[in-house]
């Protein structure tokens, strides 16, 4: 425990620093500053891990390696149910820390520890289902049979947005093949990732099989963990121009990848749709999280028919929204990362009404503090603004009116990236075209809460590869190997 944690997180789980090998790092000259963004008051100073730090991380992944991948999966599987319980027996002090770090309300941080925890319970019943192929041979001296075996060692780099369930879904699956792993969590939310580590320990899954890096040295640290030869497997969740350069890093060891990239998603109202249903489905996919997540909705679009009754509907739904700290039963919306963020955002809007949007609600700092940007409303958006075609990651809506199908898709597919997108129409065969039609890895129907772990998550085009969660998770923590056995006649 450091010395200098802060009011109200005295807590057994919040950690002083890195956890490699079993071991708690709490030395080191350079410190971590970690604040709450709905106060600035210091949380806690973390001893910043270097990338002699990583090496020893990646050392020890790698000596942990051949006894992990050797356990029997039913073994394994019972380890990270243990893990599971123990996340769901601290979910209330996991949600406080993580609130107090990240800012989202205390409930979405609560929902957010349980979401990743069900990564870790699915893949624990996944570790026992990684089945192979017995192949019809070409002749009747051979047999031809096809196995899975763990890729290796993994490292991944997490967000701060979700600084749970982030690491779950890419530690379960990983854990579960028979992989090592590593994780440099975000410097903005370091804490949350300490204390999944601290119950991963009383878990017993054993020293140098998860490990956990907090630093501020994120270059350092990124370079060891694309660039090392004995990492055979990289996973990235976060912006598309960070993962494209982290891509080009994997590339000299041709490493096995993940990406998980930036968001433009589309929200498309039709005229036959549920107004009510729609306007609340919006309501959660964009201010979840004060719209700092990557599937939250980007643009509005809205068919003409209805657009007027949409936004009479949505502008005193969104106005009524109530912005203040996680730890405020009351609140629905926390601040900002932190000021950086609330800068980007107000850079957007304003760019946007410069160019002739019209500001139906908020636009503007919030008088709550530094990070609290007003949940915000602009109609008259047009294509060539920056909060259409650039990844917002704030709590703003741009709308945008269409008349036909084909306008619909034409808007909602005039970007590079492709994670998740939503329809609200009530009519069969539109829903179909539509859902075909749109070039995204997922499509909301008539609902906006598309996370969980037994559906595929992931993108297309720039917003990256590979799935998270579902039944296809665990396959890109395996490797397929192809066994031709002959001479079976003599």
């Known amino acids: ?52 730090d990583a090496e020893d991380a990646v050392a020890a992944a ?15 599987a019972q380890l990270l149910r243990r893990w599971f319980d123990l996340i769901i027996e601290n979910k209330k002090q996991l949600a406080e820390i993580l609130s107090a770090e990240q800012g989202k309300p205390l409930a979405e941080a609560e929902s957010e520890v349980v979401y990743g925890a069900a990564s870790i319970e699915w893949f624990a ?19 031809l049979v096809v196995i899975k075996q763990p890729v290796g060692v993994v490292s991944a780099i997490t967000p701060w947005n979700f600084p749970s369930a982030m690491i779950t879904r890419k530690a379960a699956p990983a854990l579960a093949a028979g992989c090592s792993f590593i994780v440099k969590a975000s410097e903005e939310t370091p804490l949350s990732a300490l204390a999944l580590a601290a119950l991963s320990q009383q ?124 730890d405020d039963a009351s609140t629905q919306i926390g601040p900002l990362i932190n000021e950086r963020a609330v800068l980007s955002v107000a850079q957007k809007v304003n760019h946007a009404l410069a160019m002739g949007a019209k500001l139906l609600t908020g636009g503007c700092k919030s008088s709550l503090g530094d990070c609290f940007y007003t949940p915000t409303v602009l109609a008259n958006v047009t294509p060539a603004m920056e909060v259409f075609n650039s990844e917002i990651f704030g709590p703003v809506l741009p709308v945008i009116k269409f008349d036909t199908e084909q306008q619909a898709i034409d808007l909602a597919n005039n970007t590079q990236a492709g994670l998740a997108s939503y329809i609200y129409s009530r009519d069969i065969g539109r829903i179909w075209r539509l859902a075909e039609a749109l070039e995204y890895g997922m499509v909301g129907i008539n609902d906006a809460e598309i996370s969980n772990e037994v559906a595929p998550f992931g993108g297309v085009k720039e917003s990256g590869m590979g799935r998270e969660g579902s039944k296809y998770g665990i396959e890109d923590y395996l490797e397929i190997k192809y066994l031709c056995m002959g001479g079976l006649n003599n």
């Not at 950690?15 to 600035?40: D, F, H």
């Not at 019943?125 to 047999?143: L, M, W």
């Open 203 to 326: 878990a017993g899954i054993p020293a140098g099989v998860f490990n956990v890096l907090v630093s501020q040295r994120a270059v350092e640290i990124g370079e060891v963990l694309t660039r090392d030869s004995r990492i055979h497997k990289f996973s990235f969740t976060g912006s598309t121009a960070v993962g494209k350069l982290l891509l080009k890093q994997c590339a000299d060891t041709v490493k096995k990848t993940s990406m998980e990239l930036g968001g433009n998603a589309p929200f498309i109202v039709f005229k036959d749709a549920d107004i009510d249903a729609a306007v609340k489905g919006l309501l959660y996919s964009k201010f979840r999280n004060a719209g700092q997540t990557c599937v939250c909705t980007n643009r509005v679009l809205v068919q003409s028919e209805v657009y007027e009754r949409f936004i009479a509907k949505l502008v005193p739904a969104v106005r009524a929204l109530k912005m203040g700290a996680g």
């Open 1 to 52: 425990m450091n010395s200098s944690i802060g009011t109200g997180l005295n807590k057994p789980l919040v950690k002083s620093g890195s956890y490699i090998n079993g071991c708690w790092l709490a030395s080191g000259e350079q410190r971590l500053a970690v604040t709450n963004p709905a106060t600035g008051e210091l949380l806690t100073n973390l001893s910043s891990a270097t990338a002699a």
């Open 62 to 76: 790698t000596a942990a390696l051949p006894a992990w991948r050797e356990m029997p999966a039913k073994a394994r």
């Open 125 to 143: 019943e996944e570790a026992k289902r990684v089945y192979g192929d017995i192949i019809p041979a070409p002749s009747g001296d051979k047999r």
